[in-house]
């Protein structure tokens, strides 16, 4: 199985900047997709991140521009760099990991508040 842990989320004002992790233990992580995605209150959870094992990223719209994701080369940790923060961005961020057999793995999340 795999293990994912995000850290570093936290409470900031507009306009700041943050950066999160997430630490993935288990086998052939270096072969995951692996991205970011966030969940508001009363709104689904949205895929905002992902990054190939050969280091191609995608970004939704919402954070194009002001995110980065990017990882090591065994897979083990995943990061997103994020600037430029909004009160809109505020929600649970999670770790996200989908194997070669197409199954996905999730975190338990970590808490990014923006305020004004």
């Known amino acids: 199985q795999v293990q994912l842990v995000e850290s570093g989320g936290g409470l900031v004002q507009a306009g700041e900047s943050l950066r999160l992790s997430c630490a993935a233990s288990?086998?052939?992580?270096?072969?995951?997709?692996m991205g970011w995605a966030r969940q508001a209150p009363g709104k689904q959870r949205e895929i905002i991140a992902q990054?190939?094992?050969?280091?191609?990223?995608d970004y939704a719209d919402s954070v194009k521009g002001r995110f980065t994701i990017s990882r090591d080369n065994a897979g083990k940790t995943l990061y997103l760099q994020m600037n430029s923060l909004k009160p809109e961005d505020t929600a649970v961020y999670y770790c996200?990991?989908?194997?070669?057999?197409?199954?996905?793995?999730w975190g338990k999340g970590t808490q990014v508040t923006v305020s004004k």
């Open positions: 996200n990991h989908r194997n070669i057999h197409g199954m996905n793995y």
């Open positions: 288990g086998s052939m992580l270096s072969y995951a997709i």
């Open positions: 990054i190939s094992p050969g280091g191609t990223s």
